[in-house]
Nanobody, 113 residues
């Protein structure tokens, strides 16, 4: 059974940091490019970051470049998103996906003072 489970979301003040995790199971994690998306209230789902299968390349949305780092540990079947300098407009549900084929349920990130 394929499963992607995000964790690490929460409430943080502007300027704060969070590290999201995405634990994968039920498929060969190392064979998939992995991506993070987010969806803010009332908005469409937005791509955030992308990492290739062996971490050779990473890509970031302009809105978050310089403030986020995507990484993965294929030995642990886990994807990460380190976020810093968070802004209220980063408030959203953050999702991980295996190349768009499999999706997690999301983790809520709320940035507010």
């Amino acid at each position: 059974q394929v499963q992607l489970m995000e964790s690490g979301g929460g409430f943080v003040q502007p300027g704060g940091s969070l590290r999201l995790s995405c634990a994968a199971s039920g498929f060969t994690f190392s064979h998939y490019a992995m991506l993070w998306y987010r969806q803010a209230p009332g908005k469409e789902r937005e791509w955030v970051a992308h990492i290739t299968q062996s971490s050779e390349y990473t890509y970031y949305a302009d809105s978050m470049r310089g403030r986020v780092t995507i990484s993965r540990d294929n030995a642990k079947n886990t994807l990460y998103l380190q976020m810093k300098s968070l802004k209220p407009e980063d408030t959203a549900i953050y999702y991980c996906t295996a190349n768009g084929d499999y999706w997690g349920q999301g983790t809520q990130v709320t940035v507010s003072s």
